[in-house]
């Protein structure tokens, strides 16, 4: 029965030698099948071609290959592509690929569904049903890896974990993942290419200083005034802005690397002075840039993107005071791929 099978990428390179050697095999055999599933990213044992017909009917008898599958996926007009990945339980994610002129990103998920609940993201409503494995994820780079060799000809350059989820919420899996993504057995990027994107979790921010990662962090501020903040975003009472504060001290000590905060600017919300000295202030605790993202409707209304006005107020102020400030653009909005817009109809209406 297949649910009594292993997942096979569970297991360490080591594991797969040991497998091999207490089946009567040679310890290499595990090597030669590690090395199909990571940086060849294998779908079956069947495509195992190296490997004997009667070697792969074995792993068949022991294990299954959880991997992922893009049922569907979308073009933009502005070259970005959406996957829907459909996951081995029937559960679906989202994960995009955003070329630009120097560079093409992969934005990942980490969860299905959130925990949080930033009332702007429409993932926020699909509740939080499950992690990702590191395999799941690692899958969707590879997935998206593959779409740019093909459409772009190219090598994906980034990676953004900027999708569904909270990736600080599945530490162990996303981290496990990077592992894998960073590893020359795996697909060989340089961890600095790769950015985990956070709301803010402080003890988790301690802990990723702790285990002295190499990727970049960026925080989603959107408000450095504890009442905005936890207005837009209510997670905010249990971690309020001192909390977040003192964390990114500690990276910053630990690291000594800068970070970047992502910043939506509401109409009404934090369009004020009062909000951008705000910002200001809370940018001096450590070295850090400022993403203004534009703001990617999720159909209630409730949220409008502010004047053009008041987004060059913010530019000038942060200039004003040495704060590195770029405007992003929106990418892949006609396909709903946009920042804040993944949430899979097929979960929705569950
Ligand atoms: N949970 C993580 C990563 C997922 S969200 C985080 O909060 O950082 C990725 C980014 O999209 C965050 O900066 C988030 O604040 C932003 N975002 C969410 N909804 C958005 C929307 N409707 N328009 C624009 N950006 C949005």
Redesign the pocket.
């Known amino acids: 029965m297949t649910s009594k099978k292993r997942d096979i990428r569970a297991l360490t390179k080591e594991q797969l030698r040991t497998f091999f050697t207490e089946n009567g095999d040679k310890s290499f055999r595990g090597n030669q099948v590690y090395e199909w599933l990571w940086s060849k990213s294998a779908h079956s044992f069947d495509a195992m071609t190296n490997l004997s017909l009667q070697t792969r009917e074995m792993l068949e008898t022991h294990f299954v290959i959880n991997h992922i599958k893009v049922d569907d996926m979308q073009r933009s007009t502005d070259g970005t592509v959406k996957n829907a990945v459909k996951l081995h339980d029937g559960l679906v994610v989202e994960s995009v690929l955003i070329p630009t002129d120097t560079r093409t990103t992969a934005c990942v998920s980490s969860q299905v569904g959130?925990s949080?609940d930033?009332k702007?993201?429409?993932t926020a409503r699909l509740k939080r049903m499950r992690n990702l494995n590191p395999d799941e994820i690692y899958d969707q780079v590879a997935a998206i890896n593959q779409e740019s060799l093909l459409y772009y000809n190219h090598k994906l350059s980034n990676i953004v974990?900027?999708?569904m989820?909270?990736?600080l919420m599945n530490y162990k899996n996303v981290l496990a993942s990077i592992e894998k993504i960073t590893s020359p057995e795996g697909l060989g990027m340089s961890p600095k290419r790769i950015t985990v994107?956070?709301?803010g979790v402080p003890k988790m921010i301690k802990k990723l200083a702790d285990d002295a990662v190499k990727f970049n962090l960026?925080v989603?501020l959107?408000s450095a005034i504890d009442e905005v903040r936890t207005q837009i975003m209510p997670f905010n009472v249990n971690f309020p802005l001192s909390d977040l504060r003192e964390s990114l001290e500690y990276w910053y000590a630990k690291t000594n690397r800068a970070v970047t905060y992502?910043y939506?600017v509401w109409q009404g919300i934090n369009d004020t002075k009062e909000a951008i000295r705000a910002l200001v202030k809370f940018c001096k605790y450590i070295p850090s840039k400022v993403n203004i993202?534009?703001?990617?409707?999720?159909d209630d209304g409730a949220f409008q993107q502010a004047s053009k006005k008041a987004i060059s107020d913010y530019v000038s102020v942060l200039e004003m005071n040495d704060i590195t400030v770029n405007v992003r653009r929106s990418r892949g909005k006609d396909i709903d791929a946009?920042?804040?817009?993944l949430a899979n109809k097929e979960i929705s209406t569950k």
Do not use: K, R
């Open positions: 959130c949080l930033c702007f993201c429409a974990f900027m999708g989820g909270e990736p994107s956070t709301s960026a989603s959107h992502e939506v993202i534009e703001y990617n409707p999720i946009a920042c804040g817009q």
